[in-house]
């Protein structure tokens, strides 16, 4: 069964709205979520890395302002794509490792699309 | 520059032989390496790992090698399934922790036909 929950699902947003993105470890306790990003017949392209009780930690040409991370509990990190674009329409997917030495977790992912 | 590499963005095979998918990585402190499958509209969801000690890890119909002095690993299934179309993604971590980020390749098309 899923380890890892996302939602929404999908979402549409007017430009210029914020909007969250919640990921949430189902039956155990993630002290680090990573959030990916996926253009249409692209790679996952690693966006940051949410640290339970600390700072998100941005890969390279990732925006911090724009995309606001908060890893607020051992079970929830939250994605706010803040003053959205259209060019911010992808699907983003979060991940979580369940246990030491198991693979990466991904939950089903959210489409968001800014009209 | 790309850490991970797939050159290859499609591949089509008959149900019952075998795929082949190859990967190709340039980073050498990458020590972990899996692949993933992947739906439209769905997360990825995990396959098979292999780690830098060993050269092949085997999984029922899925088997990875690993070439660790070519950076070079695949993924064989035998035998191919229609179920198995879908896109598949290797990806690598690295860096001596278990908690560290993972790299995805570009993906592979893989379309089984009935």
């Known amino acids: 069964g899923a380890v890892v929950s996302q939602h929404p699902s999908r979402v549409i947003c007017k430009s210029g709205t914020s909007v969250k993105i919640e990921c949430r470890s189902l039956d155990f306790q993630a002290t680090t979520m990573f959030w990916y990003r996926q253009f249409p017949k692209q790679s996952l392209m690693l966006m940051a890395t949410s640290n339970e009780g600390s700072k998100a930690t941005y890969e390279q040409g990732v925006e911090k302002d724009k995309f606001l991370i908060n890893h607020a509990s051992l079970t929830l990190s939250t994605l706010t794509v803040t003053s959205a674009h259209p060019e911010d329409s992808s699907f983003y997917i979060c991940?979580?490792?369940?246990?030491?030495?198991?693979?990466?977790?991904f939950g089903n992912g959210t489409r968001l699309t800014v009209t | 520059d790309q850490q991970v590499k797939q050159n290859s963005p499609s591949l089509s095979v008959q149900e019952g032989r075998i795929s082949i998918l190859n990967c190709d990585y340039t980073?050498?402190?990458?020590?972990?390496f899996l692949w993933y499958k992947k739906y439209p509209a769905e997360g990825p969801t995990f396959l098979i790992s292999?780690?830098?000690?060993?050269d092949k890890n085997e999984d029922g119909r899925f088997t990875v090698f690993l070439n660790k002095s070519a950076k070079h690993l695949s993924l064989h299934i035998v035998p191919s399934q229609p179920g198995d179309s879908a896109v598949y993604f290797c990806?690598?971590?690295?860096?001596?922790?278990?908690?560290?980020?993972?790299?995805f390749g570009p993906g592979t098309s893989l379309s089984v036909i009935p």
């Open positions: 990806a690598a971590s690295g860096g001596g922790t278990s908690y560290d980020k993972v790299i």
């Open positions: 292999i780690s830098s000690i060993k």
């Open positions: 991940s979580a490792y369940r246990q030491l030495n198991s693979p990466l977790h």
């Open positions: 980073n050498s402190m990458f020590d972990y």
